[in-house]
């Protein structure tokens, strides 16, 4: 559903039991299959989309279509990538004290997620990642290429929209979206190469 009715999100957020299935059934698929794609497990997928569906049901009242392309589904994914990004950061938490046993990928969201200016130099973002991943992270975007960095870095990271990232760099939502993907398969590659991630 690429447009959500307005009649059932107004009949969500006055609590609705029919409406709330509705939009469960709606986008709990669409939401389990970003979170596979940022690089969690299937248990881990299905634990952040119930926190994100949480976050939806307190939050859905302060939802707005004020701007043109304000869309349901931007909001929500918005939700499930900092919902992505809170469950990287309790994994490279609860890891900092395994020698070598951290979730690479994690500490990598931890760090990048603490960053505020996308515009800050390479050397500044390099600095406040894991010493361990560097090297990893290092080569993986000499691999792809700086633009493809950058839009992977935009996307996963940043947590800008595709589109909006497309816009920027002159090229389809689309295509900003499989960058991603080839990014991130790269990165869980290389780490798992070097003994930082399990086989996934």
Avoid at 96 to 120: E, H, K, V, W
Wanted: charged share 30%; aromatic share 6%.
């Amino acid at each position: 559903m690429s447009v959500t009715s307005l009649t059932l999100l107004h009949a969500a957020r006055d609590r609705k039991p029919e409406a709330w299935e509705d939009l469960v059934r709606t986008y709990s698929r669409r939401m389990y299959r970003w979170c596979r794609v940022a690089g969690l497990q299937p248990a881990d997928a299905a634990d952040v989309v119930q926190d994100a569906l949480n976050a939806v049901a307190q939050n859905l009242g302060s939802f707005r279509r004020d701007r043109p392309g304000d869309t349901f589904r931007g909001w929500l994914r918005r939700i499930v990538d900092n919902k992505v990004r809170d469950h990287f950061r309790g994994v490279a938490k609860r890891s900092d004290q395994a020698a070598g046993g951290a979730n690479a990928l994690g500490a990598l969201a931890n760090a990048a997620a603490q960053r505020t200016d996308s515009d800050t130099s390479a050397a500044s973002a390099r600095s406040a990642i894991s010493s361990v991943v560097q090297p990893v992270v290092e080569q993986v975007r000499d691999e792809v290429g700086p633009r493809n960095w950058r839009l992977f870095w935009r996307v996963a990271v940043d947590g800008q929209s595709a589109v909006d990232v497309g816009r920027e760099f002159d090229v389809t939502a689309n295509t900003v979206r499989i960058v991603k993907m080839r990014v991130l398969r790269r990165l869980r590659a290389a780490l798992t190469e070097r003994g930082l991630l399990g086989d996934p």
